[in-house]
């Protein structure tokens, strides 16, 4: 369980790092089209998701969640798309959330 919880643990910093980093050079980036970090920060968030997966970790679907959220409200920002994006992702919690309670109680 240490193992684990150290990996665990490593992945989270890397994830923090990486946000600033990434937040750091969109604000750096002149003209950088508007959407951009929303974008960066869902790949991110997707990324660290699957990071877990492979090494076994668990992962509690809100942070996938919200990385899908977050690219597609960027890519729509992106493409002019007034997505309901607020609303999509309080639906997909909600869900997220009952769907993890129904399985915990098998």
């Known amino acids: 369980m240490g193992i684990a919880l150290n990996t665990a643990s490593r992945i989270d910093a890397i994830g923090w790092g990486l946000l600033f980093l990434v937040t750091g050079v969109v604000a750096l980036i ?52 007034d997505l309901p994006v607020f609303a999509l992702l309080l639906i997909a919690c909600g869900a997220a959330i009952i769907t993890g309670q129904i399985r915990a109680r098998r």
């Open 30 to 81: 002149p003209g950088a089209p508007g959407g951009t970090w929303l974008v960066a920060l869902g790949v991110l968030l997707l990324g660290l998701g699957a990071t877990r997966i492979r090494v076994g970790l668990a992962t509690d679907g809100f942070g996938l969640i919200l990385g899908a959220g977050a690219v597609a409200a960027g890519l729509g920002i992106m493409a002019g798309i």
